[in-house]
């Protein structure tokens, strides 16, 4: 069964950065589809970032040109760099991993607070 951890998460004045790591058990990591997904207090759960195992990215439209998705198969890592921070930001963010069977496992999520 597949595992899934985030971490790097934490507080950062607006305008920061910060790298938000997601290990995923697994011997054919390379084969899973990756996600980000964030949810702020009293909203829905929504879509960051999202990378395939062909490496494809997409970004939702509030963050694109400010974080970038990335991911590292030999290390089973994929990672969410987060610049120009800004309040709005603030969410628990998750790690989802898709493997060929389609099924989806989620991490806990890491909590990222944007605030002077």
């Known amino acids: 069964q597949v595992q899934v951890v985030e971490s790097g998460g934490g507080l950062v004045q607006p305008g920061g950065s910060l790298r938000l790591s997601c290990v995923a058990s697994g011997s054919i990591f390379s084969r899973y589809h990756m996600g980000w997904y964030r949810q702020a207090p009293g909203k829905q759960r929504e879509l960051v970032a999202h990378i395939t195992s062909f490496g494809t990215t997409t970004y939702a439209g509030s963050v694109k040109g400010r974080f970038t998705i990335s991911r590292d198969n030999a290390n089973n890592t994929v990672y969410l760099q987060m610049n120009s921070l800004k309040p709005e930001d603030t969410a628990v963010y998750y790690c989802?991993?898709?493997?060929?069977?389609?099924?989806?496992?989620w991490g806990k999520g890491t909590l990222v607070t944007v605030s002077s």
């Open positions: 989802s991993a898709r493997d060929p069977t389609l099924v989806t496992t």
